[in-house]
C-alpha cells in the first residue's frame, strides 16, 4: 500500500470523525472533561483543557453538515476507483 495523498485525506477525515463523534455525557465525563469545568477568570489564559474542549464543541458544532458531504464523496470515490 502506498502513501498517497488520498491515504492521508482519509486519515485527516477519520480523526475529524473520531472528534466528532465524542459525546460528553458518555465519553468525556468518564475522564473528568465534562461541560461543568470552570474556564477561568476575566485576563487569565485557558488552559490547554478548555481549549482542547472548545476545539471538540466546535468541530460538532460547525463540522456536523460538511463531514456527511466529505464522508459520501469519500465513499463513492472509494467505491470507483478501488
Known amino acids: 500500500m502506498a ?5 492521508l485525506l482519509q486519515a ?15 465519553f468525556l465525563k468518564n475522564i473528568g472533561w465534562g461541560t461543568d469545568q470552570g474556564i477561568g477568570g476575566f485576563g487569565e ?4 483543557k ?4 472548545n476545539l471538540i464543541r466546535s468541530v460538532r458544532t ?5 463531514l ?7 465513499i463513492v470515490l472509494l467505491l470507483l476507483f478501488g
Open 3 to 7: 502513501f498517497t495523498l488520498y491515504s
Open 12 to 26: 485527516a477525515i477519520l480523526c475529524v470523525n473520531a472528534i466528532a463523534v465524542l459525546h460528553e455525557e458518555r
Open 45 to 48: 489564559e485557558p488552559g490547554i
Open 50 to 53: 478548555s481549549q482542547l474542549m
Open 62 to 66: 460547525v463540522m456536523r453538515v460538511p
Open 68 to 74: 456527511i458531504i466529505v464522508n459520501s464523496i469519500a
